[in-house]
C-alpha cells in the first residue's frame, strides 16, 4: 500500500449564491435567448410540485422544451461561460490564497493548494467561465448532444449527490470512470478531510456541511451582503446558530483583508501548521540517533 505525503489542502465551492450572486443560466443562457428567469423558474416549480421531478431535471427539461435554448450546443454553452458575474475577489482570490502555502517556514513540506467547483448548475458553462483556469476540477450537470445540439441530461448533480464528490477529492479518484465506493485506507487518500475546505451558501449544502463537520473538515456557508431581503444572511445564520451545520458564516467578498478572506487564510495556515508538525514528529519517530563515539 502506498502513503500519500498528505501535503495538499483542497477548497471545494458550491457555484450558485457562492462564487456568484446570481444563477448561472441568468447571467448566460437567458440572457443570450431572451427568457424571463422569473418565469422559467415558476414553470420549474410546477414541474417540481406537480409532477416530482428534481430540481436539476426540471431546469434541464425546461431548457429542453424552449424553441429559444434547444438548439444550443455545449461549445455555445461554454462561450457563454465568459459572461457570469462574480462575487467580488472573484476569481483573483485563487491564485492569491497561494501565497499563505508559499510561506518560507513550510518550505519543507512542499504543500499544495487545490480549488474544486461542485454545482448543480451546467459544467460547460463554468468551463468556459474565467474561473476554469484556476480550479483542479469542475463538476456539474451535463448535456449530452445530437447533431451539435444539446439532446438529452448526460448527468445531473443534486444537493446530496454533491457529497459523492467531496469523497473523490478525498480519495483522488477525479475521474467519472473511477468508481468512488472502491474502499481505499485513510492514509492512502489524497487530502484527508481535516485538510479540507467547504463553502457553500444555504441548505441545499447541507449534506456538505454535515459531511465535512462530520470527518473533521471544514465548513463555511456566505450569504450575499447586497441582498436587501436578507433572506441570504437569514438562510447562513440559520445554518450556524440553530442547525450547527457549519463553523463560520460570512459575507461573500473575496477580496485581501475581508472577513472570508480573514477566515480562509487563518484556516489554511492552520492547516499548514498540521501538516508541517506531523511531518516533522513522523521524521522524529523513524529518526536512529548515531552512535555516541
Known amino acids: 500500500m502506498i502513503a500519500r505525503p498528505h501535503n495538499i489542502i483542497g477548497i471545494v465551492y458550491d457555484y450558485d449564491h457562492t ?20 418565469e422559467f423558474w415558476s414553470s420549474c416549480t410546477a414541474l417540481i410540485k406537480e409532477k416530482g421531478y428534481e ?12 424553441e429559444r435554448t434547444r438548439h444550443l450546443s455545449n461549445a455555445d454553452l461554454a462561450r457563454m461561460g465568459s459572461d457570469l458575474v462574480f462575487f467580488p475577489g472573484v476569481p483573483e482570490f485563487f491564485s492569491e490564497l497561494e501565497t499563505v502555502v508559499r510561506n518560507p517556514r513550510y518550505a519543507e513540506c512542499d504543500l499544495h493548494l487545490e480549488h474544486y467547483v461542485v454545482s448543480s448548475g451546467l459544467k460547460a458553462i463554468l468551463e468556459g467561465s474565467r474561473i476554469a483556469s484556476y480550479v483542479k476540477a469542475i463538476f456539474g450537470c451535463e448535456f449530452d448532444e445530437d447533431h451539435a445540439r444539446i439532446s438529452f441530461p448526460k448527468r445531473t448533480i443534486s444537493h446530496t449527490q454533491k457529497t459523492q464528490f467531496l469523497f473523490r477529492v478525498n480519495k483522488g479518484l477525479l475521474r467519472l470512470d473511477q468508481d468512488v465506493n472502491d474502499h481505499m485506507p485513510e492514509e492512502a487518500r489524497r487530502i484527508p478531510f481535516r485538510h479540507m475546505i467547504y463553502v457553500g451558501d444555504g441548505p441545499t449544502d447541507v449534506p456538505c456541511f454535515t459531511l465535512m463537520k462530520k470527518h473533521g473538515g471544514f465548513a463555511i456557508a456566505v450569504y450575499n451582503p447586497q441582498d436587501a431581503t436578507r433572506r441570504s444572511f437569514e438562510k447562513c445564520y440559520a445554518l450556524a446558530r440553530h442547525a450547527d451545520r457549519v463553523h463560520f458564516i460570512a459575507p461573500a467578498d473575496y477580496r485581501a483583508g475581508s472577513h472570508l478572506r480573514l477566515i480562509l487564510e487563518r484556516h489554511i495556515t492552520e492547516i499548514a501548521d498540521e501538516i508541517l508538525e506531523r511531518q516533522r514528529q513522523s521524521l522524529e519517530a523513524v529518526r536512529v540517533p548515531a552512535p555516541l563515539p
Do not use: N, V, W
Open 55 to 66: 430540481q436539476e431535471l426540471a431546469y434541464m427539461k425546461r431548457l429542453l422544451e424552449d
Open 19 to 38: 462564487l456568484s450572486p446570481h444563477y448561472m443560466q441568468e447571467d448566460t443562457i437567458f440572457r443570450h435567448c431572451g427568457i424571463d428567469a422569473a
